[in-house]
């Protein structure tokens, strides 16, 4: 019991920020240093936390770094103007407009007017379209799934001939280019959702279980193969009761007490792929200021 092999995402994310400081102090002293946009829009208390630790981990990474906080009742003009600046700021080289828009916003016109080569977290129809027609070395990979994908690599290696994964959401932000990933690494994929017709045993035939659903401890133990690799992609909330006077505590959309005791190897929350997903957002940061120089 509780024998599956711990996924660390803090170290891997910690060496991932390593590489990408080093690698930006040797950018600026070549007269670039990378630049990046983060843009929030209202005051959504989870998107005002991540916003804020993107913001710090560029600082620490040795990149220029600005917030643009826009108030709730934004226009779509005046947001699609601030983007349209940044766009021809010569010194930013990604930029990052925080999801959930406000609803009166249209995020798909607002990811559609970033520039493809600012586009860090890999949301424009032409990333996407690279990422699905074999990628190119100019597409970006949105970073939580890029930091998913490095994690496996852990376990498995880069090669996942002959392995079948099951990724369970299947959203623009982690589901879909997960599915991606995995297919271009030779897995064989399927991807389940909230109308999966038996979705404990659609996971149970993986090898490779990815979660984002965004439910909190959906995923039991009996439906993990035994042996699996176990992706936690979850970010749930949830009551505390046994930390007492209604405390919350964060976790996954697996349970992973019992997840521990059936899989090969799992990603905890948090700790496993949520650090994961700030260090790609600079790695693709830096690869698009590198880029930039040419
Ligand atoms: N909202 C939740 N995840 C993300 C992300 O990776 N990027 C952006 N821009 N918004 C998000």
Not at 1 to 24: F, M, Y
């Amino acid at each position: 019991r509780g024998t599956a092999r711990v996924i660390d995402g803090k170290a891997t994310a910690s060496r991932v920020l390593e590489w990408v400081t080093a690698r930006a102090s040797e950018l600026e002293r070549a007269g670039t240093r990378p630049g990046i946009a983060v843009v929030i829009v209202g005051d959504d208390p989870a998107s005002k936390v991540y916003v804020a630790s993107k913001a710090r981990a560029a600082e620490a990474c040795g990149f220029h770094s600005i917030t643009h906080r826009l108030p709730d009742a934004t226009a779509q003009a005046d947001l699609l103007a601030l983007v349209g600046q940044l766009n021809g700021d010569p010194a930013i080289h990604g930029i990052l407009v925080q999801l959930p828009l406000p609803g009166q916003l249209d995020a798909s016109r607002v990811i559609g007017a970033i520039s493809p080569e600012k586009d860090i977290d890999g949301f424009h129809a032409l990333n996407a379209g690279r990422l699905w027609s074999g990628g190119g070395s100019d597409a970006f990979v949105p970073c939580t799934p890029a930091g998913a994908m490095l994690l496996i690599e852990q376990v498995h290696g880069r090669e996942l001939a002959g392995l079948e994964a099951v990724v369970v959401g299947r959203s623009n932000i982690v589901g879909k280019p997960m599915a991606a990933l995995l297919l271009a690494a030779n897995a064989t994929v399927a991807v389940a959702h909230s109308r999966t017709r038996d979705l404990r045993e659609v996971c149970r035939r993986a090898d490779i279980l990815v979660a984002a659903v965004g439910r909190p401890r959906l995923i039991e133990g009996d439906w993990i193969k035994p042996g699996a690799t176990v992706i936690d992609v979850g970010i749930n909330r949830v009551e505390a009761p046994e930390l007492g006077d209604g405390r919350t505590k964060l976790v996954g959309d697996v349970d992973y007490a019992a997840a521990v005791d059936v899989a090969g190897a799992a990603t905890p929350v948090p700790g496993g792929v949520g650090p994961m997903t700030i260090a790609m957002l600079m790695a693709n940061t830096l690869a698009s200021a590198a880029r930039s120089v040419g």
